[in-house]
C-alpha cells in the first residue's frame, strides 16, 4: 500500500492498481487536493509496466463520490477555472490511458463522482449505487465530461432530461439505460471485480489496449475512418509476441502465457 497520498489509497497487487478515493468522512467529496492526487494516481498506474488494469473506487460504505467538494465553489472565480484549461484531468487520462479502467462504484456517485464512472471502461455497481449529474442544483453544469458522455451512453433525450433536473437514479435504473455494465450485492462488490480481473487476464493485455484505443476512436470519427484506423491496429496485432504465443496455445490446445508484449 502506497503511503504517499493523503486522500487517495494506492495499492498495487498482481497486475492490478486498486486506487481508492479515501474521504469518506464527506462522502469522498473531490476538494482540489484529491482530484490532484487522483490525476496522479492514474498517471503513475498508466505508466507503470507491471500494471495491466486499474481499479477505482471509494471508501467507506455509503459513496463512490458524491462529486465535488462543494465548500470550496462560494470563493471560485472563473478565471480559476480558464487557467487549468489544456490541464488534462481525470476524464482525460483514464479515456487516453490504453489500459482498461474499472469503476467499481459502492455507493453515491454523483456529480463528479458520476462523471468519474463514466469515463471508466467498465462500471460494476453495488445494488445500492445511485448515479446523477447533480451540478445544476448548485449552479453549474457538469464540467468533467458529463455533457458529453451522457448523450453518448443513453441519447440526447434522456441526457437532457437528466441533467436539467439532476435527478438521481438507482443501480438498476442505469443498468437498464445502459449506463453500466452490472449490479450485484454490495457485499459481492469486491469479489464480482475480481473475478472480472481475471477474466481480463486470461487475454493479453498489449491486445487489450490496442481494442481500447479502436473503440474510443469510434466515437471520436466517421465510420469509415474509423474502419480504417481498426485495419491499421489490426495488422499491428501482428507484430506482438502476444499474438503469436494466443495463435500456438490454440492451435496446441493450452493455455497461452502472455509477456504483454
Known sequence: MSNEFQFILYEKK???????LNRPEVMNAQNDALRAELVKAIEQAGEDDEVYIVVITGAGEKAFSAGADISQF?????????????????????RDMPKPVIAAVNGWALGGGCELTLACDIIIAADNAQFGQTELRVGIIPGGGGT?????????????????????????????????NQVVPHDKLKETVEQLIQELLKNSPAIIRLAKIAINKSLETTLSAGMSYERDLFA??????????????????????????
Open 236 to 261: 499491428l496485432c501482428f507484430g506482438f509476441e502476444d499474438q503469436k504465443e494466443g495463435a500456438r496455445a490454440f492451435l496446441e490446445k493450452r493455455k497461452p502465457s502472455y509477456k504483454a508484449k
Open 74 to 94: 462560494p470563493t471560485r472565480v472563473c478565471a480559476d477555472i480558464i487557467k487549468t484549461k489544456g490541464v488534462k484531468r481525470p476524464f482525460e487520462i483514464i
Open 148 to 180: 458529453q458522455l451522457w448523450p453518448r451512453l443513453v441519447g440526447e433525450k434522456k441526457a437532457k432530461e437528466l441533467i436539467f433536473t439532476g435527478r438521481i437514479i438507482s443501480a438498476e435504473e442505469a443498468l437498464k439505460l445502459g449506463l453500466i
Open 14 to 20: 498482481t497486475n492490478v492498481a486498486w486506487i481508492t
